[in-house]
């Protein structure tokens, strides 16, 4: 009978942590939704207007059928002015943008190989700076469960939590301009949700490390809200 008592309850457990995590997913399709109307709506900024001006003085252009420079540069300003609500009340920026820029024979191979610049720098800053967080944890052992064993496990699986996290990214912009060679230097800027790769980055920590607690969560949370 007791046996019986705690299968009930551990499946009510996971009702309730399935139905809860359901009702956040909507919420934050709802959110994603919202802004994405916002960005569909949204007119040239002055500031994209006088960034795109240089720009094309500079030689970039679009490829053909794509939005113009102004118009991206207007969502990517308004995406960089989205705010949130952190775990602990505090106000943070909700998405991380990051840009880099490749050059290559064809458009095609040179947007690929800048995306791929793009989360390449972005997964190797957040590894060093959750590695530097989770090390001044370890350092403290007196108040923290994390130890060096947890650390040396991270730098080991480092690649497979972080890296693997951060595959859905959103194109904000994309330019490129030809250069005296006839190669392409293309400009990419990915936008990452923080709430996402937050929750994204906590499993496969959790996954990799084999530990769970809020120290992990809170690491992660240090990171996404401190340096970006």
């Known amino acids: 009978m007791k046996k019986f008592l705690s299968i009930i309850a551990i499946a009510m457990v996971s009702c309730v942590a399935f139905a809860q995590n359901a009702t956040d997913l909507a919420k934050q399709q709802k959110q994603l939704n919202e802004i994405n109307m916002k960005m569909l709506n949204a007119k040239p900024t002055k500031d994209a207007k006088r960034q795109a ?27 960089g002015e989205e705010l949130m609500t952190d775990e602990e009340g505090g106000i943070t ?20 190989a800048a995306r791929t610049a793009a989360i390449t720098e972005l997964a190797a800053t957040l590894r060093t700076q959750v590695a530097a967080a989770m090390q001044q944890k370890a ?7 994390i130890n060096a064993v947890t ?6 699986r480092a690649k ?13 912009v994309a330019i490129y301009r030809v250069l005296p060679n006839k190669n392409y230097e293309v400009q990419v800027r990915l936008a ?12 496969a920590m959790q996954r990799e490390l084999e530990q769970e607690g809020d120290e992990l969560n809170d690491i992660v949370d240090e990171v996404l809200s401190g340096s970006f």
Do not use: C, M
């Open 160 to 172: 497979s939590i972080i890296d693997a996290t951060l595959t859905n990214s959103r194109p904000v």
């Open 93 to 112: 920026k909700r998405f991380i943008l990051h840009t880099a820029s490749q050059v290559s024979g064809t458009y095609n191979t040179g947007y690929a």
């Open 192 to 203: 990452f949700d923080k709430k996402e790769l937050s929750a994204r980055i906590k499993r």
């Open 151 to 156: 650390v040396d496990k991270f730098n080991q």
């Open 53 to 79: 001006k240089q720009f094309k003085k500079e030689g970039w252009v679009v490829p053909a059928g794509e939005k113009t420079i102004e118009k991206q540069l207007t969502e990517s300003q308004l995406l």
């Open 139 to 145: 350092d403290n052992q007196q108040t923290s469960a």
